[in-house]
């Protein structure tokens, strides 16, 4: 199994930006990685994925506003969000897609005014 450990999140206004990490305990050349984020009181949801072939997706809320990007040499996935909004506000979490993986303790995010 790979471990995965988010940081990079924060207090930030609505309209900024923030970008987080995830740091694999193993390899990840070889494996789609998924970021997610649950907010309080809703279920965890997918937010963007790098497969291991470069292609990304992103959720409908996100796309325009968040890139995923990945080194692998540095097992690290990036999640770079711009343009955040209130509704943006959840603890980011990665994994492998399908969340195959344990989860991490991930991140906070709180966007506020």
């Known amino acids: 199994q790979v471990q995965f450990v988010e940081s990079g999140g924060g207090l930030v206004h609505p309209g900024g930006s923030l970008r987080l990490s995830c740091v694999a305990s193993a390899r990840i050349s070889a494996i789609g990685v998924a970021w997610y984020r649950q907010a309080p009181g809703k279920q965890r949801e997918l937010v963007a994925q790098s497969a291991m072939n470069g292609v990304r997706d992103y959720a409908p809320s996100v796309r325009g506003r968040f890139a995923v990007s990945r080194d692998n040499l540095k097992r690290t996935v990036y999640l770079q969000m711009n343009s955040l909004n209130l509704e943006d506000t959840a603890v980011y979490f990665c994994?492998?897609?399908?969340?195959?993986?344990?989860w991490g303790q991930g991140t906070q995010v709180t966007v506020s005014s």
């Open positions: 994994n492998r897609p399908g969340g195959l993986y344990p």
